[in-house]
């Protein structure tokens, strides 16, 4: 008697449909997406074409405009309508590598493995000269080189970033922390980091005390800046040396130098040995178009009163420079490609529009996105909110690497539990069926989840993404695993398929605050 009560006032208050209503899947529409997107994949060839014939893609460069270009007319051929670039505002100065050599050629001839630092200049033709150790800790030890490195290679007396390690590179998530993730309960709103905490305090003073460096080297006139990349075994994690911006002052040019090269020229230049290095490096800054561009296409809604609502899926196409941004992002890019390739492919119409957006500047601070969201959805600061935010069912993410689908962050959105839920009950045997309360940060997803739509990332295997390729030299066609991106490319587009297709639009979170 007591459970009937208790379940009657749940419905009375809203409060049961999402743990006991039951979500229809079409089985047979999953098993037409699975055949096509198991059995006929495209997306190799997809991502051969983003990362191989495109280049590196960084913000603003020729080789990102390749693969916007490139994606717009794939997208059309396939038949999806309304494919473009769109602005979503200004970015700044775009840049390349045009050439890149350097060695040391005493006490002896060595090429180096390193990378130009994003947006810094070129050495103006072959420059060879001296390397000088600089070590100062302080503005005031800097005053003893003044007047005695101009001309000269300068390289920093810092310490190895990280020491051996004996442990993979590549990872898959196991099934006990699949299970932790699964039973994670719901987590109070973060309020912000504390800028006056010792840890903050400290990392203002030393990124002040790098510009006054990179400054005060500017106007010693060196020829070259080394410094030290993250990474081992020949692995470069790349950076930026200078801003995007068009007001950006000038800075040295900079070569972000792989450890085991940057310690070998520390300890001979220490240890007294005459070390020259000699260098040839190009770049070329991009100033006629100082916009940021997202590709956008759609499969247009058929139903007459569901077509205005629309499925948002995407992920980023920028890169940094130093490799070909294969997992970081062309693996996302291609992947949602594909998605919407399968389901043009079976033929799908669906009742609401699905659109495909594939961002540029994600790497800068989501930009594309937010300048997306800003353009047609809303401002997440005032939360002056636009009519297309209420039209928007849901976007999907993805952007960690070549890892198959283990299932999906909720990004606290507990009312579609269920729902997921029953959307990966047919992809169990491809490893898919983990769902988790947990958020997950840094990637485009957030700007939606900021003006309160339905956000998602999905939950992806590891692999070697944090550890060998994400931002790095290493980041080329190479890593991508094609069996888990067709598996991804299968489930996202059975979800886009079900969203398209149930009654409701997604549930949403309470919205946020601006």
């Not at 070390?275 to 058929?302: C, M, W």
């Amino acid at each position: 008697m007591k459970s009937k009560l208790l379940f009657s006032f749940l419905i009375s208050a809203g409060l049961a449909f999402p743990a006991f209503a039951q979500e229809t899947v079409d089985q047979a529409a999953v098993q037409k997406i699975r055949e096509e997107g198991l059995n006929h994949s495209k997306v190799m060839e997809t991502a051969f074409y983003l990362t191989d014939v495109s280049g590196p893609r960084l913000s603003g460069s020729p080789g990102l405009k390749r693969a916007q270009d490139w994606a717009v007319n794939q997208l059309k051929s396939w038949g999806l309508a309304n494919a473009k670039v769109e602005s979503w505002g200004k970015f700044g100065k775009g840049w390349e590598v045009q050439k890149n050599y350097a060695a040391i050629t005493l006490p002896y001839y060595h090429a180096i493995i390193a990378i130009p630092k994003a947006w810094t200049p070129g050495t103006n033709g072959l420059i060879k000269s001296d390397v000088v150790v600089v070590k100062a800790d302080s503005a005031i030890d800097l005053d003893k080189y003044k007047g005695k490195l101009q001309g000269k290679v300068v390289i920093l007396d810092v310490k190895p970033l990280v020491e051996r390690s004996f442990k993979s590179d590549a990872a898959r998530y196991t099934d006990e922390e699949l299970t932790e993730m699964a039973n994670a309960t719901a987590q109070p709103a973060r309020t912000g980091v504390d800028a006056n905490s010792a840890q903050f305090v400290a990392m203002r003073k030393l990124r002040a005390f790098q510009t006054t460096t990179r400054a005060f080297l500017y106007d010693e006139k060196v020829a070259l800046i080394l410094s030290q990349a993250r990474g081992t075994d020949g692995t470069v994690f790349t950076t930026n040396g200078a801003s995007y911006a068009d007001t950006a002052k000038a800075v040295a040019p900079e070569l972000e130098t792989s450890s085991e090269d940057y310690q070998r020229i520390l300890r001979l230049a220490k240890a007294g040995q005459k070390v020259e290095l000699e260098a040839d490096i190009k770049t070329q800054f991009l100033t006629n178009d100082l916009q940021g561009y997202d590709v956008v296409a759609e499969i247009p809604g058929t139903d007459k009163k569901l077509k205005d609502q629309v499925i948002m899926i995407g992920g980023h196409l920028d890169s940094w420079h130093a490799a070909t941004g294969a997992t970081d992002n062309a693996a996302g890019s291609a992947v949602m490609m594909e998605a919407v390739r399968i389901l043009k492919a079976i033929n799908f119409k669906p009742k609401r529009t699905i659109r495909i957006a594939l961002w540029s500047s994600e790497e800068q601070g989501l930009f594309g996105s937010r300048g997306y969201v800003l353009n047609h959805f809303g401002d997440p600061k005032t939360m002056q909110l636009k009519p297309e935010q209420a039209k928007l069912s849901a976007y999907y993410n993805l952007d960690n690497g070549t890892g198959k689908i283990r299932g999906i962050y909720l990004q606290g959105n507990e009312a579609v539990r269920a729902i997921f839920k029953s959307w990966l009950e047919p992809f169990k045997d491809l490893g898919a069926n983990t769902i988790t309360i947990n958020n997950t940060g840094g990637t485009d997803h957030l700007s939606f989840d900021a003006v309160g739509i339905p956000g998602f990332q999905f939950i992806q295997d590891a692999v070697d993404y944090g550890t060998r390729t994400h931002h790095s030299n290493q980041d080329t066609y190479d890593r991508l695993i094609e069996d888990d991106l067709k598996q991804a490319a299968t489930i996202i587009a059975s979800f886009v398929y079900n969203t398209s297709e149930r009654v409701e639009m997604m549930p949403r979170k309470a919205l946020p605050q601006p």
